[in-house]
Each structure stands twice: as structure tokens, then as C-alpha cells.
């Protein structure tokens, strides 16, 4: 099956929501509401990819420009939909979509014992950073968080990809 992706907007907020409660892992908070994600979608140099597959939505990826560096701030597939290159395929939009705006580098934080490191790392993407317990779950412990960044080679156009 392969997704479509496109820009998405305000009005896909209930879409991007309903992927939102059932992807990330509720023990850390992680997940956004629909007013931080609203917020955020009316700055400047924000944007939003959407992916669809048979209709359904499959994933999201909210990203933004600050200056001359971009910042994945979100990446979501709905656990239906994993597994098939949906969640890369965000990431390669929103590198094109990055390196069209001039970016040189595009930027992401991760929890050190996400299993999304492993989709980064094979997607180019290197540690630059650690934040010491920067995440409180709810039982109490704490976890790491990783910057991580790939570099955006602006001499060569980036091809908007598909899933597989
Ligand atoms: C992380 C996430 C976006 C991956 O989406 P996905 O569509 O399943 O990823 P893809 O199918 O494109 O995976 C591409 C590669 O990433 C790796 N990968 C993805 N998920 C993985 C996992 N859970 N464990 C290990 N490797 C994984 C694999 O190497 C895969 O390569 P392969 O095709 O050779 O197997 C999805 O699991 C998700 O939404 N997780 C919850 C939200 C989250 O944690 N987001 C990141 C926050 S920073």
C-alpha cells in the first residue's frame, strides 16, 4: 500500500488528532493538544505534511523553519498504518519542504529509548546533543533527550517521496 502525502492545514486538525492519541506513548506526555497544534500551525514558517492511505489518515509531520535551520517538532503514524515507509516518507517530505525554504539543517528532539531513533538514524540523522532527564514519565523515572540533526545538501533538489 502507498501513502499519499500533501500539505495539510487547520482544517485537518481533527484528522492529525485522532493519529495523535493513538501514537505516542501516554506515560511521557508527549502527545499535543489540538490547541498547541493550532497555535503552532498559525506561525510563521510552519507547516504541516499529511499522510493518507485508502482514505484513512495515516501519519503526520509538523515541522518549522527558524532562520536558516528547520525543526521536526512532531512525527506520527497511526500504529495501523506502521511499518511501510509512511513515517520515512514524512521525514524525505519534510527535508524537500526544508531545503526548498533554505534550510541547512534539519533538526529533531527524540527520547533516548524511542524505537523512532532507529527510522532517524537510517534516515541520515546523527546525535548532536543530550538533554539529562529532560523527560518525567508517569511512574516517575526519567529519560534523556537526544537532538538530533541531518544535514540539507542545498546544491542538490531533494525529490518529494512516496510510501512504499
Ligand atoms: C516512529 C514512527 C513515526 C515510525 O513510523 P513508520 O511508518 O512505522 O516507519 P517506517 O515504516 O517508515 O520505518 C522506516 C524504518 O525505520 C525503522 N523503524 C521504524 N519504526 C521502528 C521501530 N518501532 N523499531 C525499530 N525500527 C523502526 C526501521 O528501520 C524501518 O526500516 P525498514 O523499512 O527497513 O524496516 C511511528 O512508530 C510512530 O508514530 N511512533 C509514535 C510517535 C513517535 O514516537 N514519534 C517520534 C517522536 S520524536
Known sequence: MSAILREG???????????????FDPAYGEAWSAGQCLGMLSLPGVW????????????????RLLIDEAELLLLAVDPDARGHGVGRA?????????????????????????PALELYRGAGFGEIGRRRDYYHG???????????????????????????
Open 90 to 114: 514524512l521525514i524525505e517530505r519534510t527535508v524537500a519542504i526544508a531545503a526548498g525554504k533554505g534550510a541547512h539543517r534539519l533538526l529533531l528532539e527524540v527520547r533516548d529509548d524511542n
Open 48 to 63: 504541516l505534511s499529511f499522510a493518507e492511505e485508502s482514505g484513512h489518515t495515516a501519519g503526520f509531520a509538523l515541522s
Open 9 to 23: 492545514n487547520e482544517g485537518d486538525i481533527g484528522a492529525i488528532m485522532e493519529v495523535m492519541v493513538r501514537a
Open 138 to 164: 508517569a511512574d516517575g523515572t526519567t529519560r534523556d533527550a537526544l537532538t538530533l540533526a541531518r544535514p540539507i545538501d542545498m546544491d542538490r533538489p531533494v525529490a518529494l517521496s512516496t510510501a512504499r
